[in-house]
């Protein structure tokens, strides 16, 4: 990192907008927020947008939470309690706290951030960088800061390039070739495309940089109009782009990349069937994320737990897998894994069978089972001699079953067997 990069980035907060359900994710979010959800077999999503603000030398963050938010705030406190004040540093949990009157919880994503922007100045920052805490991938933020005070920008947007067809579930950026930014349409029949490439489309990741003071002006202004939504993507970038201050910033020129990704990689893994591939995917042989990279790494909280155990070593009866990650803490006794993904202290028993199972922390597979494309929640008990992934019928009326087939299995679907 440049010393200009690295300044800048020094004089910047991150203000991570972390108060989504995701109800998409069905009963996954049913007691925690989709930040809140595991990932990779030690992380939670929210970490890896507060791990690219660390690397990126931001060492001011906010996190603003709403729904069920006490397991994503317990993370935090026990993950990411190491900033120390006297260099200015500090993590900032920020709960809905009603500041503007007293009946509002957040009503947008720019209104959670009006509601503090008393405690965002007691920071001091000349420039606020906004994130969504609930996608996978690993950025560099210096060079959007870095791009953003270049162009004089009023706001800068985070874009991924996608292919112009995918580009309709998203906002999408028309740009011009100094990534000015034209027009903001959500969802378009017919999105817009790059300049000079009639087949990818810029689409919104929910990143914005701002001059400090110019967000305070225009989130005041927003505040007492009763036509507005008080959201980033509906209301505040439309308006800007409106003014002809807004400019894009394509991912690819900050992606952090090891080596081993063939091309940038960000998910949206707000679906139990992207949320099941995404996590498949890390046991591939080569990855499409290199979570091993010890230059950009993924921050949280790490448990203190032994390693993880194989023990049997009879035909039928051994402890064994292959093309699968096992976090500390796991006893694979006499079972067979293959593509799986094991949290802590996950515990399968003898002539077990999995394939293709994710595995929430603390859950304990029973005897003489077989489980095949599922997820399985935290602290899931299954009872010996469960067949999971032969009958589609089945399965859908015993657990969440998605249209790609992946078995959602959480305690009260088992009690209720």
Known sequence: MTNDRFALAQQTMAYVLAGGRGSRLKEMTDVRAKPAVYFGGKTRIIDFALSNAVNSGIRRIGVATQYKAHSLIRHLQRGWSFFRAERNEGLDILPASQMLDETNWYKGTADAVTQNISIIRGYGPKYILILAGDHIYKQ?????????????????????????????????????????????????????????????????????????????????????????????????????????????????????????????????????????????DLTDFKPELDIYATDWPIWTYSELVAPAKFIHNEEGRRGQAVSSMVAGGCIISGSSLYRCLLFTGVKTHSYSQLEGVVALPGCEVGRRTWIKNAILDRGVTIPPGLIVGEDPALDAKRFRRTEQGICLITQKMIDAL
């Open 140 to 280: 560099d933020y210096s060079y959007m800061i870095e791009q953003h005070v270049r162009t004089g920008a009023k706001v800068t947007v985070g874009c991924i390039e996608v292919p112009k067809a995918e580009a309709r579930a998203f906002g999408v950026m028309g740009v011009d070739e100094s990534d000015k930014i034209l027009s903001f349409v959500e969802k378009p029949a017919d999105p817009p495309t790059m300049p000079g490439n009639d087949e990818k489309s810029l689409a919104s990741m929910g990143i914005y940089v701002f001059e400090a003071e110019y967000l305070y002006d225009i989130l005041e202004s927003d505040r007492p109009d009763d036509n507005s939504e008080h959201d980033f993507g509906k209301d505040i970038i439309p308006r800007i782009v409106a003014e002809g201050g807004a400019y894009a910033h394509p991912f690819s020129r900050s992606c952090v990349m090891s080596g081993l990704e063939s091309e940038p990689y960000w998910r949206d893994v707000g679906t139990l069937d992207a949320y099941w591939q995404a996590n498949i």
